[in-house]
């Protein structure tokens, strides 16, 4: 069968290209090969290329370079992107930057022959026309990950993100839905404006829609004043509406009424404005098991649903554990990151199951490392972690328990420690420290007055120091 798909295959191994070649030829694509970046662009116009597959790490220009390259010149042309060092950051950047898909090395025959059949049936009756965003991206988020099952998140992300369609994210507790959001915001065409987290669940039931909408002087009691939403804040930006099924069915009336119009209107107003905003939404809840209990508006369901991604446990991504944990520990010695694991530890970190999932990973770690030595080890995680036996492993941990022979510091001392560990790695903020101690204010208060902890700040840094660590 003659064909006019065009294919470059670009690779500096010689047997990864002829491997690929070999496959493609097979599904009837005319091939041609480059070894590296530089040759691939001198090829450009030598055809009007349907499909380029490029490896990530070339010895030259990268895949990311060619990407970029062939994208601004050949905008109709679908790039692959071919990787043996995959990470989750690296597929949500290729797809959102307009590559078509990212794929881990080693891959097989039958899933480059998917790929080719699902190319060519897009090339044939549903031409996309694809572009390069250049769009500033905030290079501190972090999307840790090299499962397959994250990556694939990953991609999905980077595909929806340049678009103005609302996203519905959903998976439990902890599994990183403010960071997924974040990301598709920075990803956006709306990157330079303003990115509204609001946590519906937090918000009494009274006051969201003057929090979200704002309200006029008198509207209701103490409003003293004029005060605009965090609605109107995002105008041109985005809004996350975390725990959205939190909300009442009052307001999601008129929540639908706000997405359907892209205007709102003030408490106590009549007088509506439109405001911009692309709507992001996320729950830990089944939504359909919420709106066939009539808890959740099926109308608001579906307007939000537009695209929805679910978001994988830790405990369906344990290859990822390991380096979340390394991030984390890094941070709590922001100054001097010198935190490693030993290979017991590391060995119950990816046993234990993780209910509270990448939140409760990350408030373990922290308090490993504040207490450690420089190495964590399994007497410094957590008990529930230490005493987890549905898989029970080669660590003798009750061996562990009953090395009496240590000299263990007192328990005050720990904590005086910890809770400084804990509000230099949250640079003073004692919201965010009580969270991860699992505290209130006043408890956190009383903390540090009884260790005498004493937080300021240097020019290399944050700093807080308990009495019994300065000692």
Same mark, same amino acid.
């Given at each position: 069968?003659?064909?006019?798909?065009?294919?470059?295959?670009?690779?500096?191994?010689?047997?990864?290209?002829?491997?690929?070649?070999?496959?493609?030829?097979?599904?009837?694509?005319?091939?041609?090969?480059?070894?590296?970046?530089?040759?691939?662009?001198?090829?450009?116009?030598?055809?009007?290329?349907?499909?380029?597959?490029?490896?990530?790490?070339?010895?030259?220009?990268?895949?990311?370079?060619?990407?970029?390259?062939?994208?601004?010149?050949?905008?109709?042309?679908?790039?692959?992107?071919?990787?043996?060092?995959?990470?989750?950051?690296?597929?949500? +950047?290729?797809?959102?930057?307009?590559?078509?898909?990212?794929?881990?090395?080693?891959?097989?025959?039958?899933?480059?022959?998917?790929?080719?059949?699902? !190319?060519?049936?897009?090339?044939?009756?549903?031409?996309?026309?694809?572009?390069?965003?250049?769009?500033?991206?905030?290079?501190?988020?972090? !999307?840790?990950?090299?499962?397959?099952?994250?990556?694939?998140?990953?991609?999905?992300?980077?595909?929806?993100?340049?678009?103005?369609?609302?996203?519905?994210?959903?998976?439990?507790?902890?599994?990183?839905?403010? $960071?997924?959001?974040?990301?598709l915001h920075q990803r956006s065409g709306r990157a330079d404006k303003a990115f509204v987290a609001v946590n519906c669940g937090a918000i009494p039931a009274e006051l969201i829609e003057s929090e979200l909408f704002g309200h006029t002087k008198g509207s209701f009691t103490g409003a003293d004043r004029d005060r605009c939403g965090l609605?109107?804040?995002? +105008?041109?930006?985005?809004?996350?509406?975390?725990?959205?099924?939190?909300?009442?069915?009052?307001?999601?009336?008129?929540?639908?009424?706000? $997405?359907?119009?892209?205007?709102?209107?003030?408490?106590g107003s009549n007088q509506t404005r439109r405001v911009d905003v692309r709507v992001l939404a996320a729950s830990n809840r089944d939504v359909e098991a919420e709106v066939r209990a009539g808890r959740f508006r099926n109308d608001l369901f579906y307007r939000l649903n537009a695209v929805s991604i679910a978001l994988p446990p830790l405990?369906?991504?344990?290859?990822?554990?390991?380096?979340?944990?390394?991030?984390?520990?890094?941070?709590?010695?922001?100054?001097?990151?010198?935190?490693?694991?030993?290979?017991?530890?590391?060995?119950?970190?990816?046993?234990?199951?993780?209910?509270?999932?990448?939140?409760?990973?990350?408030?373990?770690?922290?308090?490993?490392?504040?207490?450690?030595?420089?190495?964590?080890?399994?007497?410094?995680?957590?008990?529930?972690?230490?005493?987890?036996?549905?898989?029970?492993?080669?660590?003798? $941990?009750?061996?562990?328990?009953?090395?009496?022979?240590?000299?263990?510091?007192?328990?005050?001392?720990?904590?005086?420690?910890?809770?400084?560990?804990?509000?230099?790695?949250?640079?003073?903020?004692?919201?965010?420290?009580?969270?991860?101690?699992?505290?209130?204010?006043?408890?956190? +208060?009383?903390?540090?007055?009884?260790?005498?902890?004493?937080?300021?700040?240097?020019?290399?840094?944050?700093?807080?120091?308990?009495?019994?660590?300065?000692?």
């Amino acid at each position: 069968m003659e064909t006019n798909f065009q294919a470059l295959v670009i690779d500096d191994e010689p047997q990864v290209r002829e491997f690929v070649s070999a496959v493609l030829q097979g599904e009837d694509w005319a091939v041609t090969q480059s070894g590296s970046a530089e040759d691939a662009f001198a090829k450009l116009g030598e055809a009007k290329w349907s499909v380029v597959f490029c490896d990530v790490m070339l010895g030259g220009a990268d895949g990311f370079a060619v990407l970029r390259r062939f994208k601004e010149e050949l905008p109709e042309t679908k790039v692959v992107l071919m990787t043996g060092h995959g990470s989750a950051a690296g597929a949500l +950047d290729a797809t959102a930057f307009g590559a078509y898909d990212y794929l881990l090395k080693p891959f097989g025959p039958e899933e480059l022959q998917s790929l080719s059949r699902a !190319l060519r049936e897009q090339l044939t009756n549903r031409p996309q026309r694809l572009s390069l965003r250049s769009g500033k991206r905030d290079s501190d988020i972090d !999307l840790i990950g090299r499962s397959h099952a994250f990556i694939e998140v990953m991609k999905q992300v980077g595909r929806v993100a340049a678009t103005n369609l609302p996203v519905l994210l959903t998976g439990e507790s902890g599994t990183g839905k403010e $960071l997924v959001a974040a990301a598709l915001h920075q990803r956006s065409g709306r990157a330079d404006k303003a990115f509204v987290a609001v946590n519906c669940g937090a918000i009494p039931a009274e006051l969201i829609e003057s929090e979200l909408f704002g309200h006029t002087k008198g509207s209701f009691t103490g409003a003293d004043r004029d005060r605009c939403g965090l609605w109107e804040e995002a +105008d041109g930006g985005t809004v996350f509406l975390d725990e959205i099924t939190e909300t009442t069915l009052s307001f999601q009336v008129k929540l639908l009424r706000v $997405l359907q119009q892209r205007e709102i209107r003030r408490v106590g107003s009549n007088q509506t404005r439109r405001v911009d905003v692309r709507v992001l939404a996320a729950s830990n809840r089944d939504v359909e098991a919420e709106v066939r209990a009539g808890r959740f508006r099926n109308d608001l369901f579906y307007r939000l649903n537009a695209v929805s991604i679910a978001l994988p446990p830790l405990r369906d991504r344990r290859e990822d554990i390991p380096p979340l944990a390394q991030v984390f520990a890094d941070r709590v010695y922001s100054l001097n990151p010198t935190v490693r694991f030993s290979p017991e530890a590391v060995t119950l970190l990816e046993r234990y199951p993780w209910p509270g999932n990448v939140r409760e990973l990350e408030n373990a770690v922290v308090r490993a490392a504040a207490m450690c030595d420089g190495i964590i080890r399994v007497q410094d995680l957590p008990e529930r972690i230490r005493g987890y036996r549905a898989e029970p492993g080669p660590t003798n $941990l009750e061996e562990i328990a009953d090395a009496s022979e240590q000299e263990w510091p007192q328990l005050s001392e720990i904590e005086g420690r910890y809770v400084a560990r804990v509000l230099q790695y949250t640079h003073g903020n004692k919201q965010a420290a009580s969270r991860v101690l699992g505290v209130d204010r006043k408890t956190l +208060d009383r903390m540090i007055k009884r260790h005498h902890i004493d937080f300021h700040r240097r020019g290399n840094g944050d700093h807080a120091v308990s009495t019994q660590e300065a000692a």
